[in-house]
């Protein structure tokens, strides 16, 4: 009994001995991952959440050209509400945003069912679809800009060739220049579209498609029916990050409209940045960072939010 109770013991002094290494190698990892991550943990805490709070408080003072802490509560923001550049800004994004997204989703979704046929040359195609990604949006509003001129693209090409009365003036009409905005944008966007329903697509099991076409399911029924709702996580991301972009827009508006004819193509990123360093208006060009701001944490809390749960009831 005794040689039992010491063997006993003894092994639990081994295992007891063999975990100890163990956790504290896991400890030393755990530290140096923080020691390695604190930097980028630093820098964000300071230059996302720590420049996002310092907007708010501005926003809530009567700073111009240089901050200023008085406080005034909300004036900025019924000051904001009450400019009508502010409420065409917000209509121009509700078209471009609705636009933009649609048309990129539904292009983008018709492209990587094309590809997803296995056709010849398939590679060559999706780099020709995907090409628009690797340029900037300030280089492609600069070459729709070219192209939409009146004087030297689309207009000028038409008449030359003998259509004499043919007229494509958008980018200086005031009530079409947003229209535009969403031209490029889907032009450079909807390859990217293409890409993340593409590889959604190559990921549907097989044996579910067999399953449906032994069921007398046409190509048409297969994909309404079954392939597209299997993709709604596929169609949330692309989503989310199409709003985050239009949301977003900047550079696309300055090089292609500049937010003209007058401000009719403006965008509330655009109308943040022009009173913020052309109008010394900084205590209001915070207020509107702060919508553009809370807009984006509109669509991306609820999306992280699902996808955490998701993670959660995959893991269980």
Do not use: C
């Amino acid at each position: 009994m005794a040689g039992i109770l010491t063997g006993l013991y003894s092994g639990a002094e081994v295992a007891r001995t063999e975990r100890l290494p163990s956790r504290w190698r896991l400890g030393v990892a755990r530290l140096m991952s923080l020691i390695v991550l604190s930097p980028s943990l630093l820098i964000l805490s300071v230059f996302v959440y720590g420049f996002a709070i310092w907007s708010f408080v501005i926003s809530m003072t009567s700073s111009k050209l240089a901050p200023k802490y008085d406080f005034v509560g909300l004036d900025q923001y019924f000051a904001l509400w009450s400019m009508d550049r502010w409420h065409v800004a917000v209509s121009n994004l509700v078209i471009f945003a609705g636009l933009f997204i649609s048309l990129s989703v539904g292009l983008g979704l018709l492209l990587a069912i094309f590809l997803d046929q296995r056709i010849r040359a398939e590679n060559v195609i999706r780099s020709i679809y995907l090409y628009p990604m690797a340029i900037s949006f300030i280089v492609t509003g600069t070459a729709w800009k070219w192209i939409l001129n009146p004087g030297l693209g689309i207009e000028k090409l038409v008449r030359d060739l003998g259509w004499t009365s043919f007229s494509f003036d958008w980018v200086v009409n005031p009530n079409m220049s947003v229209y535009t905005l969403v031209i490029a944008a889907v032009w450079q966007s909807s390859g990217f579209a293409m890409a993340i329903f593409l590889a959604g697509l190559r990921g549907v099991d097989q044996e579910i498609i067999k399953a449906a076409r032994i069921d007398g399911a046409g190509p048409w029924l297969i994909y309404r029916a079954v392939v597209i709702p299997i993709l709604r996580p596929v169609f949330l991301t692309v989503l989310v990050i199409l709003t985050y972009q239009a949301v977003r827009s900047f550079d696309l508006v300055v090089s292609l409209t500049g937010g003209g004819p007058g401000f009719s193509s403006d965008l509330p990123a655009t109308f943040m940045y022009q009173f913020a360093f052309s109008r010394n208006r900084m205590a209001l060009a915070a207020a509107s960072a702060m919508m553009i701001f809370m807009t984006i944490a509109a669509v991306m809390v609820p999306y992280i939010y699902s996808e955490l749960r998701r993670e959660a009831r995959n893991e269980r």
